[in-house]
């Protein structure tokens, strides 16, 4: 049993460049939320799906999108990556609604140069 | 807003220390509430959450107490292991449905044998 599954585990980007991170669950779930994990901010809510083809902002989207496609996958995409968006990045998905119990992947270390 | 806010860490104790980490949540309405914990290099997993005020969520030998009247959700352990050395994390949602999980900007626990 998979779970949620983000890759890469790593990767260091310079300033400018564009990537996309990936995230993918196996257990159908319709929520799926991305976050961030700065040292003393705790996780902060980039952007989040209700569903295939419905995704919204959540507190701290600026500079990245997302699109929900499928249930299974929710990527990720830096249009073009700052130092500010060095960080350790967290998708997760709920079974039954935003506000239950998330189940996340294991992050992906993310150094923009 | 909805907030959280959790005593700063690191909490440094020995092997066998009874633990304490508080929480305090600031919301609208009845919220949910949840402690979540992060193991080195690895993503958030829920501990225990409770749903309504006197409700006591526990597991893995943690407990914690939806305390209503004072606004608290302060998470126990009667006696804490080298394992247990991790982040901690409280967080609220209003509504289970569409409203996103609310995070405290968590606290270290070290375990020393």
């Known amino acids: 049993n998979a779970g949620v599954t983000q890759t890469p585990k790593f990767q260091v980007l310079k300033t400018g460049q564009s990537m996309t991170l990936q995230c993918a669950q196996d257990m159908n779930h319709e929520y799926m939320s991305w976050y961030r994990q700065d040292p003393g901010m705790g996780l902060r809510l980039i952007h989040y799906s209700v569903g295939a083809g419905i995704t919204d902002q959540g507190e701290v989207p600026n500079g990245y999108n997302v699109s929900r496609s499928t249930t299974e996958d929710f990527p990720l995409r830096l249009l073009s990556a700052a130092p500010s968006q060095t960080s350790v990045y967290f998708c997760?998905?709920?079974?039954?609604?935003?506000?239950?119990?998330?189940?996340f992947g294991q992050g992906t270390r993310l150094t923009v140069v | 807003g909805d907030s959280v806010t959790q005593m700063e860490g690191p909490v440094t104790l020995s092997e066998e220390a009874f633990l304490t980490i508080n929480c305090t949540y600031t919301?609208?309405?009845?919220?949910?509430l949840f402690w979540y914990v992060q193991y080195p290099g690895e993503g958030l997993q829920l501990l225990l959450k409770a749903t309504k005020a006197d409700d006591k969520g526990s597991n893995k030998g943690f407990e914690a107490t939806y305390r209503k009247e004072t606004t608290s959700f302060h998470l126990e352990k009667g006696s804490v292991q080298v394992s247990d050395s991790a982040v901690y994390f409280c967080?609220?949602?209003?509504?289970?449905?569409?409203?996103?999980?609310?995070f405290g900007k968590g606290t270290m626990l070290l375990v020393s044998p």
């Open positions: 997760a998905s709920n079974p039954q609604g935003l506000g239950t119990e998330a189940f």
């Open positions: 967080a609220l949602s209003v509504d289970s449905g569409y409203s996103t999980l609310t």
């Open positions: 919301a609208t309405g009845y919220p949910s």
